[in-house]
């Protein structure tokens, strides 16, 4: 509840005492306006919806359209951004704004 959630990408130069998103390197979905951030406090409608506690959350790049996808109990979403992963290294960010409790997966299983 009034959790500031975000889930994306950042690059290694991503100054991480900020949301996912707000910061220029990174690229997030915010779980609490349903916006996408990409580098700066200002966020872009798409329509997507916001999420819960219980919500299971799913990103990933298709490097062969160079677009970061997301997912919401296994249903996808949508795309977002554009040539994301050709020029920097990212890596899976998680950002909370506000007290709380996130686990993560992959493939393989529940990794923390």
Same mark, same amino acid.
């Given at each position: 509840q009034e959790g500031f959630i975000s889930i994306g990408f950042s690059n290694r130069?991503?100054?991480?005492?900020?949301?996912?998103?707000?910061?220029?390197?990174?690229? $997030?979905w915010h779980m609490d306006d349903g916006f996408v951030f990409e580098g700066r406090g200002e966020g872009t409608s798409m329509g997507w919806p916001t999420s819960t506690t219980g919500d299971v959350i799913?990103?990933?790049? %298709? !490097?062969? *359209?160079?677009? $970061? !996808? !997301?997912? *919401?109990?296994? @249903?996808?979403?949508?795309? $977002? !951004?554009?040539?994301?992963? *050709?020029? %920097? *290294?990212?890596?899976?960010?998680?950002?909370?704004?506000?007290?709380? @409790?996130v686990s993560f997966n992959n493939d393989e299983g529940y990794i923390g």
């Open positions: 130069l991503t100054n991480l005492s900020r949301l996912v998103g707000w910061e220029p390197g990174s690229f $997030a799913g990103c990933g790049i %298709d !490097f062969s *359209k160079g677009q $970061a !996808f !997301f997912t *919401k109990n296994g @249903q996808f979403i949508g795309y $977002a !951004f554009k040539n994301v992963g *050709k020029e %920097d *290294k990212l890596y899976p960010s998680v950002g909370l704004r506000t007290p709380g @409790q």
